[in-house]
């Protein structure tokens, strides 16, 4: 069964930080790129991050400098560290594994930044 589950989402102050968490299955983890996306009310889901297999990394111009990106292939999961967190940050964070058929999406973590 395949499983992309986020973590660590929640209330923080503009200025804080946060880590979200994704892990997936190992087989849709192994070999495929990994991306962070995130979608706030009235708006489409946008990308924020993505990581290839080999670490390679791209971000959305607006999150570079404040958003990394890192996978843990022994634990079959990738991160988003985010700081400097803005009002304008508020969504809900998606993990997706980029197969080479098909997008496996988790079910989103919500992120709040209050001001």
């Known amino acids: 069964q395949v499983q992309v589950v986020e973590s660590g989402g929640g209330l923080v102050q503009a200025g804080g930080s946060l880590r979200l968490s994704c892990a997936a299955s190992?087989?849709?983890?192994?070999?495929?790129?990994m991306a962070w996306y995130r979608q706030a009310p009235g708006k489409q889901r946008e990308l924020v991050a993505r990581i290839t297999s080999s670490g390679s990394t791209n971000y959305a111009d607006s999150k570079k400098g404040r958003f990394t990106i890192s996978r843990d292939n022994a634990k079959n999961t990738v991160y988003l560290q985010m700081n400097s967190l803005k009002p304008e940050d508020t969504a809900v964070y998606y993990c997706?594994?980029?197969?080479?058929?098909?997008?496996?999406w988790g079910q989103g973590t919500q992120v709040t930044v209050s001001s």
């Open positions: 190992g087989s849709v983890f192994s070999g495929n790129a």
């Open positions: 997706a594994a980029l197969g080479k058929y098909r997008t496996y």
